[in-house]
């Protein structure tokens, strides 16, 4: 256990800070992404129930952090996930359903947001819990921490993707990435499966990116109606 007066303390504050900056954008991607659909009065709910989601999951994770990254194959199933959301994410919005009820768009973001947090928050949980050496109350600070990074991030990007749509795509393509990553650190591979391979874990993450980018661009081409060829043709007749 740490002690507050401590440089040792000091220190595990300033990495665990580091820590939630570098690993906390990613998940302020995905709060963003999957409220991008909302209208304006909601964006700020749907941020803030599915940061309160993601923090209560965060919080569950830290205590079972190192065991939850032994089990095999669960960061291929997490990364196959985060593929999955970043594809949906892409597609376009589909205009015939624009009067949904707002409480189940809502509740629809709010869903995303849980479920992407609770893979991506896997390394970020075991990054706090090692710098914290033990101090649960360095753990509850890390969380804290994260908190406004998360929700400001969030909203940063959520301004962006409004005036930037290439943003979506790149959002996207970070999904994918991460979860590349994901997949070739999972303990169930054998240990010397990548090992004469340099660099093969970026070599996973670009293959993740573009893969996420090319099937939803793929799909989103294909959801695409061609009413639009459509009226210009008959407007050639």
Same mark, same amino acid.
Request: positive net charge; charged residues 10%.
């Given at each position: 256990m740490l002690d507050i007066s401590t440089a040792a303390f000091w220190i595990a504050v300033a990495q665990i800070i580091l820590i939630d900056i570098l690993l906390g954008g990613d998940n302020a991607v995905v709060i963003a992404l999957a409220c991008r659909k909302l209208?304006?009065?909601?964006?700020?709910?749907g941020i803030f129930w599915g940061v309160v989601g993601a923090i209560g999951l965060r919080i569950v994770l830290i205590f079972f952090a190192l065991q939850l990254l032994a089990v095999p194959w669960l960061k291929v199933v997490g990364a196959l996930l985060l593929f999955w959301i970043g594809v949906k994410l892409l597609l376009p919005e589909d205009d015939a359903h624009g009067d949904v009820a707002a @409480?189940? #768009?809502?509740?629809?973001?709010?869903?995303?947001?849980?479920? +992407?947090?609770?893979?991506? @928050?896997?390394?970020?949980?075991?990054?706090? +819990?090692? +710098?914290?050496?033990g101090s649960m109350l360095l753990v509850v600070f890390g969380i804290l921490v994260s908190i406004p990074i998360v929700v400001w991030g969030s909203q940063l990007v959520l301004k962006l993707m409004d005036r930037y749509p290439i943003v979506? #795509?790149? $959002?996207?393509?970070?999904? $994918?990435?991460?979860?590349?990553?994901?997949?070739?650190?999972?303990?169930?591979?054998?240990?010397?499966?990548? @090992?004469?391979?340099?660099?093969?874990?970026?070599?996973?993450?670009?293959?993740?990116?573009?893969?996420?980018?090319?099937? $939803?661009?793929?799909?989103a081409a294909r959801a695409t109606p061609p009413a639009a060829v459509e009226l210009t043709d008959s407007s050639k007749g």
């Open positions: 209208p304006d009065e909601q964006r700020k709910k @409480s189940t #768009t809502l509740a629809g973001a709010i869903k995303t947001i849980i479920v +992407a947090d609770a893979v991506m @928050s896997l390394d970020n949980v075991i990054a706090v +819990a090692g +710098a914290a050496n979506i #795509t790149a $959002g996207g393509a970070l999904l $994918g990435w991460i979860g590349g990553g994901m997949i070739v650190t999972d303990p169930a591979l054998p240990p010397n499966l990548l @090992s004469g391979i340099p660099y093969a874990k970026t070599i996973a993450a670009v293959l993740g990116a573009v893969l996420v980018v090319a099937i $939803g661009k793929w799909l």
